[in-house]
């Protein structure tokens, strides 16, 4: 079995939980793999120089059938590390050092338990679905996004995006710009802007309008088999479009096509604790703020 590392220099690396990450991983006798961001930090805080033979870059590149990838960090982290997996049929587990955390599988104190999870071959998933992304400039083919695509407003003045389901119109989104999001990213961007919490497993998607200027503008959930078109309009400047945690400029004019993308991913969840019961925790639901 081998792991896949990723981690990145915004988390707060403390030498004792980066110490108890490789203690698991040599205890179970996998192989690994670490981007290079993550080795250099690896070098300055634990003293430990990782072989260049086990360093990946801007991708992971082919990797064993038998590999998960666990990412170190919270729920951005786990996002860019989606992005540098080559193939996407291979399991992808977080580790929240982070804040929320509504994406990664174990806590910190539950580093030890995850490894043995894989280990032993215990290590439970959930095909999560993607969108995939056409049309956009600067990027070389189609973008995948497990949460959300956004087109927001860079100027002062509001930005006008043009929204088509299946060539059909919705709403010309007047305002600071809309958002499409996958059941997954419901508890993130989405959710800020008003947009309802969907369960992982609903095949659906949102359409959430950021800081609408007609306020009867609501969002909008639909199939995730139909296709969406965001086109913008925007007459002082330029705007920009967000997919997960990549930035791309946009022009009045530009169009860009959404649609759920053939490729899932296979989220590690939590053994014994339900989307409902992270939702109740997480959300503090269970605090009576009368008292």
């Known amino acids: 079995m081998k792991i896949i590392l990723f981690s990145r220099d915004q988390i707060d690396h403390r030498p004792q939980q980066m110490a ?38 801007d991708t992971t590149g082919p990797q064993p059938r038998e590999s998960v990838m666990v990412c170190y960090g919270g729920d951005g982290t786990l ?22 955390g509504f994406l990664t ?16 071959g215990r290590l439970l998933t959930q095909p999560r679905t993607m ?23 860079l100027e002062a003045s509001m930005i006008k995006v043009v929204a088509r389901v299946d060539s059909q119109i919705v709403a010309n989104y007047n305002g600071d710009g809309v958002i499409v999001a996958t059941p997954t990213g419901s508890t993130a961007y989405s959710l800020s802007a008003g947009g309802p919490i969907l369960s992982p497993t609903c095949a659906c998607f949102v359409i959430s309008p950021l800081a609408p200027h007609n306020f009867g503008m609501r969002p909008v959930v639909i199939p995730d088999s139909s296709s969406i078109e965001l086109q913008l309009h925007s007459r002082r400047g330029p705007a920009q479009l967000s997919v997960d945690n990549r930035t791309y400029p946009l022009d009045d ?26 939702l109740h925790s997480k959300m503090m639901w269970d605090v009576d703020i009368r008292n």
Not at 80 to 99: C, M, T, W, Y
Not at 105 to 120: H, K, P
Not at 131 to 153: K, S
């Open 20 to 57: 108890q990450v490789f203690r698991a991983i040599e205890r179970n006798g996998f192989t690994f793999a670490v981007n290079e961001e993550f080795a250099r930090i690896v070098a300055h805080t634990l003293g430990r120089v990782i072989d260049p033979a086990d360093i990946y870059r």
């Open 79 to 100: 996002l860019e590390g989606i992005q540098r997996l080559s193939d996407k049929s291979i399991p992808v587990a977080g580790i929240n050092f982070g804040h929320l």
């Open 105 to 120: 599988t174990a806590t910190r104190e539950g580093v030890d338990a995850l490894f043995d999870d894989i280990a032993r």
């Open 131 to 153: 969108l995939r992304i056409d049309g956009v400039r600067g990027a070389e083919g189609p973008l995948l996004a497990l949460n959300e695509v956004a087109v927001q407003r």
């Open 253 to 278: 004019g530009d169009s860009i096509t959404i649609a759920r993308a053939e490729q899932r991913i296979l989220l590690a969840v939590p053994h014994n604790i339900s989307f409902y019961e992270t």
